[in-house]
Each structure stands twice: as C-alpha cells, then as structure tokens.
C-alpha cells in the first residue's frame, strides 16, 4: 500500500470507526487486521457499508484499513459507512452533494436510553396490581 491515505471518523451508538482510503488500490477491505467478510460474516452487511462506494462506482479503486471498537454489529457497520462516506468527500468535494443526497454524510445520533429508577426499563413500568 502506498503512504498516501484519506482518513474518515465515524461514529454510531457507542461504535467509533477510523477508515482510512488508498487510492490505486484492488479493492481489499482489512477491519481490525482481518478480512473484511470475516469481520462482519452477517449476509448483506459487507454490501450496506461498501454503498457509498458502490454508489458511486469505484468499489475496486481503493484499498481500505479499518479500526472499530465499541457497540454491536449494526453499530459497527453503520460507523464504517459513514468514515467511508466521510473519507471519499476528502478525496473529492464535489462528491458531497452525491453522498449527502443518499444519506450517506448523515450521523445517526439515537443511541439507547438510560434506565430510570422504579421502572423495568427506560419507559416500561412495572405491571399494576390492584391486590
């Protein structure tokens, strides 16, 4: 790989993803030093987090190295499309407007709701008994 990279933050519930793009690439996708199939094994999660990519037709153009912690599998997925999101718009400004359109440059800022005392959940209080 070569010492040229366009690096991409993204974040989505506790999950935070840094992605970085290297132009002339195969095509290669690495999250946290494996394959990145192996990674996420789930049927259809690979292809969510290349759309932006795909969208706009370079998904063999770059070789990709991934490094996400925290949160789930959804968590994770949704963080490395928008670093790739974030990333492709460094490489090409005129890009923005394409990937903005799709969503893509979006956060998704729900997380989950803290738990409050006296209830079984955030919301669900415990069932009423009139004996």
């Known amino acids: ?14 999950a935070s993803a840094r992605v970085r793009l290297f132009p002339g690439g195969t095509g290669q996708v690495t999250i946290n030093d494996k394959d990145g199939v192996e990674y996420l094994p789930r049927l259809g999660d690979f292809d969510i987090f290349m759309k932006p990519l795909s969208h706009i037709g370079q998904e063999k153009s770059y070789d990709i190295t991934i490094h996400v912690n925290g ?8 963080a490395i499309l928008l670093g790739i999101a974030r990333a ?3 490489i090409d400004p005129d ?4 990937l903005k359109g799709e969503g893509f440059l979006s956060r998704d800022a729900r997380v989950k709701e803290r738990k409050k005392p006296g209830l079984k959940r955030a919301r669900k209080a415990p069932t009423y008994t009139k004996r």
């Open 1 to 14: 790989m070569s010492a040229q990279y366009y690096e991409g933050i993204g974040r989505r519930k506790s």
């Open 88 to 90: 492709l718009e460094k």
């Open 95 to 98: 890009l923005r407007g394409t």
């Open 71 to 78: 949160g789930g599998i959804s968590g994770q997925r949704d």
